[in-house]
Nanobody, 122 residues
Framework: QVQLVESGGGLVQAGGSLRLSCAVS????????VAWFRQAPGKEREFVAGISQSGGRTVYTDSVKGRFTISRDNAKNTVYLQMNSLKPEDTAVYYC???????????????WGQGTQVTVSS
């Protein structure tokens, strides 16, 4: 059983930064691709960023390129999302998810966290 727990969300002013963490339980962490998704009120959940098992490959949605950075520490079973230059449109519940297929195969993430709220004020 794989469990994911997000932390680090909060309220920040536009232009500010937050770092989200996703702690993943289980001894098979390095077999999983991990990604961050977000869902804003009234909108569908969208892929934000993903990282390969080794951390050598990352993928970002266009709206966060150059502002967000995903990384992982396999020794700590943790994935991070550093979010800089935040905008009000980044406001959403952010979820981390793990899967064993390709980063961009967004339908193949089997395990999900409970989410953490990020609110960016203008």
């Amino acid at each position: 059983q794989v469990q994911l727990v997000e932390s680090g969300g909060g309220l920040v002013q536009a232009g500010g930064s937050l770092r989200l963490s996703c702690a993943v339980s289980g001894r098979t962490f390095t077999t999983y691709v991990v990604a961050w998704f977000r869902q804003a009120p009234g909108k569908e959940r969208e892929f934000v960023a993903g990282i390969s098992q080794s951390g050598g490959r990352t993928v970002y949605t266009d709206s966060v390129k150059g502002r967000f950075t995903i990384s992982r520490d396999n020794a700590k079973n943790t994935v991070y999302l550093q979010m800089n230059s935040l905008k009000p449109e980044d406001t959403a519940v952010y979820y981390c998810a793990a899967g064993v297929r390709g980063i961009t195969d967004t339908s193949a993430y089997n395990y999900w966290g409970q989410g953490t709220q990020v609110t960016v004020s203008s």
